[in-house]
Structures are given as C-alpha cells and as structure tokens.
Antibody
Framework: QVQLQESGPGLVKPSQTLSLTCTVS??????????WSWIRQPAGKGLEWIGR???????NYNPSLKSRVTISVDTSKNQFSLKLSSVTAADTAVYYC??????????WGQGTLVTVSS | EIVMTQSPATLSVSPGERATLSCRAS??????LAWYQQKPGQAPRLLIY???TRATGIPARFSGSGSGTEFTLTISSLQSEDFAVYYC???????????FGQGTKLEIK
C-alpha cells in the first residue's frame, strides 16, 4: 500500500516561497500507476486542488494558482515537491500530498500545516 | 471551472438511521464523481469513485448513486464512526482542475 508523508517548514513569511516535499513509500513513484498531487485545506474550510505531476514530469496546475506554483519530481528519492511563491496569509492551510489514480485520490499524506506570518 | 454544491451543510441524524447527502455539479460530470470522508485532524479517505463504486475496504452501508449533475451518498445505518465531514469531488475535467464540494458535516442527533 502506498504511503505518503509531507515535510517542510511550518512557518513562511509573507512574499516568500513555500516549499514542501512528499516522500512516497510502499511503491515506486515511477511506476506510472498514479499522478502525484498537492491539495490544500484552510482551517475550517474545504479542499482545493493545487496541481499534479506524472512520473514523466508532465504537470497540471489549478489556473487560480498557476502563476505561483511549481511541482517537481525526484524519482531517485521517490519524492515530489511543491513550491508556491509570493505567499500571503490566504495561503495558510493544511497541505496534503496525494496519489491520484486517474481522478479519485486513492492515498493521502497526513497533511502538514503551513502558516504564513511575519 | 465546474462548481460542486453540497447539501445540506450540516445533517443531524441518530445512530442506526439512514443519512442521505447530496452533491450537485454546475455542469455534467458524467459518472466522474468521488466521495470522501474526513474526520477531525485526519486526511480525507476515499469512499466512493465512479459515482457508485466503493473503494477498497469501505463497508457496504456506504453507497453512491447518480450521474450527470446530481449525486447522492447514502449511509444506510449510521455507526458512531461515520460522524464526520463528507466531500464530493468531480474529476471530469481534462485536463484538471478537479474541484470539491464545500462539504456536509454529519453530526449526531
């Protein structure tokens, strides 16, 4: 069974870049079975899909965030990463990484809270 | 962008009773609809995909129905562990973005 674990700073200053990494275990990120996605959830609110990457490096991003988002993959480490630039308080949320099997999100990380504050 | 609207926002039901949650899409998503359960402090868990197919390990008391723009998640006999927030998600867009509903909180009556 695929397991995912997010890691990265829990506090980011406004205007800086948020950087998170998701480590995948229980399967190879290169298997081609999944798209590797990032999803976020502000406190007490719903879920927002940020974007995804395939093992080939092909990406899709939410148009609302596209100008600020970069998702990359490191197959040698079985990891994929999120960078979100020019953050504001509105980017404060729990960030999840997830494995998408062609639409539904089959597996999720436990989530990591990122707070944007000076 | 396809907008997903869930109703009601909060549903109060007694244990052992049936719960019916609704999800409406702003345009047809065919059967490309998933349901998730989220408990406090936890990540969402996939319950249903393809509008009506239970994910691995999901009890039979959970069932999904619908197609096009109207969908329903039914929990036939509520157990204590079922009280949570439920989200629907469409994945009909190609390429994404995928979108989620705002959630229905299922609480104990």
């Amino acid at each position: 069974q695929v397991q995912l674990q997010e890691s990265g700073p829990g506090l980011v200053k406004p205007s800086q870049t948020l950087s998170l990494t998701c480590t995948v275990s229980g399967g190879s990120i290169s298997s081609g079975s999944y798209y590797w996605s990032w999803i976020r959830q502000p406190a007490g609110k719903g879920l927002e899909w940020i974007g995804r990457i395939y093992t080939s490096g092909s990406t899709n991003y939410n148009p609302s965030l596209k100008s600020r988002v970069t998702i990359s993959v490191d197959t040698s480490k079985n990891q994929f990463s999120l960078k979100l630039s020019s953050v504001t308080a509105a980017d404060t949320a729990v960030y999840y990484c997830a494995a998408e099997g062609g639409g539904p999100f089959d597996y999720w990380g436990q989530g990591t809270l990122v707070t944007v504050s000076s | 962008e396809i907008v997903m609207t869930q109703s009601p926002a909060t549903l109060s039901v007694s244990p052992g009773e049936r719960a019916t949650l609704s999800c409406r899409a702003s345009q047809s998503v065919s059967s490309n609809l998933a349901w998730y359960q989220q408990k406090p402090g936890q990540a969402p868990r996939l319950l249903i995909y393809g509008a009506s197919t239970r994910a691995t390990g999901i009890p039979a008391r959970f069932s999904g129905s619908g197609s096009g723009t109207e969908f329903t998640l039914t929990i036939s006999s509520l157990q204590s562990e079922d009280f949570a927030v439920y989200y629907c998600q469409q994945y009909n867009n190609w390429p994404p973005p995928y979108t989620f509903g705002q959630g229905t909180k299922l609480e104990i009556k």
